[in-house]
């Protein structure tokens, strides 16, 4: 069965510093893993999509790397903005039309 | 990217009294949607798989006769929630997969349900 886990579980820094958030995996049998981010009280948002052939995607200030066979990801900021205050969820597919098993997340607050 | 939505965002209902949630996915077809179940300061927890024209998949431990699962359409997909106690009062959330070249998700702006 598998198990996703997101440490930290809460982070706080002061605006501008880099964030790095972690994503561990227990089987490296996946499709692809999506970064999400939630503000409180709304959906999932697709922040970076990878695919199990791919070592890392970028958009904008976020880049996101995949390490299949250590079975890890790991989801940087760059310059970090209170705006980027959120909880931050990685989620893994193991087959194409299967379900996403979601870590813990982490909330991250972003001081100006 | 392509567009979910959910009706009602927030319900508050009566002990007893059954409430349905509507997941729309507004721009693409979906075969396949999911819906999510998530408590204050935790992650989501998948409640059933639905697939179009077929019966729904259910998680282990997820009733399948209190959360009753429809979806008609591609485009459809409706949770209802049978006879609501206080417990069951949660954030739900769905998600459409799009059937492209990734199988990408996309969610809905999740369902604030408390029953009183």
């Known amino acids: 069965k598998q198990e996703v886990t997101q440490i930290p579980a809460a982070l706080s820094v002061p605006e501008g510093e880099n964030l790095v958030l972690n994503c561990s995996f227990t089987d490296s049998a996946i499709y692809n893993l999506q970064w999400f981010r939630q503000d409180p009280g709304k959906g999932l948002t697709s922040l970076l999509l990878?695919?199990?052939?791919?070592r890392e995607q970028t958009s904008g200030r976020l880049n996101a790397s995949l390490d299949k066979s250590s079975g890890r990801s790991t989801l940087y900021i760059a310059a970090s903005q209170p705006g980027d205050s959120a909880t931050y969820l990685c989620a893994v597919k193991r087959a194409a039309g299967n379900k996403l098993t979601f870590g813990g997340g982490t909330r991250v607050l972003v001081k100006p | 990217g392509a567009v979910v939505s959910q009706h009602p965002s927030r319900v508050i209902c009566k002990s007893g009294t059954s409430v349905k949630i509507e997941c729309r996915s507004l721009?693409?077809?979906?075969?396949?949607m999911f819906w999510y179940r998530q408590f204050p300061k935790q992650s989501l927890m998948l409640m059933a798989t639905s697939n179009e024209g077929s019966k729904a998949t259910y998680e282990q431990g997820v009733e399948k006769d209190k959360f009753l699962i429809n979806h008609a359409s591609l485009t459809l997909s409706t949770l209802t929630v049978t006879s609501a106690h206080p417990e069951d009062s949660s954030f739900y959330i769905c998600s459409a997969q799009d059937g492209g070249p990734y199988n990408e998700q996309f969610f809905g702006p999740g369902t604030r349900l408390t029953v009183l």
């Open positions: 721009d693409f077809q979906a075969t396949t």
């Open positions: 990878i695919q199990s052939s791919q």
